[in-house]
Nanobody, 123 residues
Framework: VQLQASGGGLVQPGGSLRLSCAVS???????IGWLRQAPGKEREFVAA????????YYADSVKGRFTISRDNAKTSVYLQMNGLKPEDTAVYYC??????????????????WGQGTLVTVSS
């Protein structure tokens, strides 16, 4: 599986951004997720979508503000980010996992990663 993230940029607090992840190749995955890494911090889970079925999962810090979705052709995964806060500043990655549901929030269970896209929330 190949993953390519895009859509990052500079946005003011309270603003919105939509990240896109192009998914390609011959593959079988359980989840596609968005994870992020802020400067000086460990990589953390943001959101994931079950590839077959479409169920979604979120970190508590973004629940109610971020929405993960995918297109019906299963070629792209999106992360709509609303109500952005300075603490959302990070490099955002899309990644795939063949893990089980209980591990969906664990960054170590994602085994294929795209390049990151930088999101900066600042006035």
């Amino acid at each position: 599986v190949q993953l390519q993230a895009s859509g990052g940029g500079l946005v003011q607090p309270g603003g919105s951004l939509r990240l896109s992840c192009a998914v390609s190749g011959r593959f079988s995955v359980s989840f596609i997720g968005w994870l992020r890494q802020a400067p000086g911090k460990e990589r953390e889970f943001v959101a994931a979508i079950r590839w077959n079925g479409g169920h979604t999962y979120y970190a508590d810090s973004v629940k109610g503000r971020f929405t993960i979705s995918r297109d019906n052709a299963k070629t792209s995964v999106y992360l709509q980010m609303n109500g952005l806060k300075p603490e959302d500043t990070a490099v955002y990655y899309c990644a795939s996992s063949n893990g089980i549901l209980s591990s969906v929030r664990s960054p170590t269970m994602y085994n294929h990663w795209g390049q990151g896209t930088l999101v900066t929330v600042s006035s």
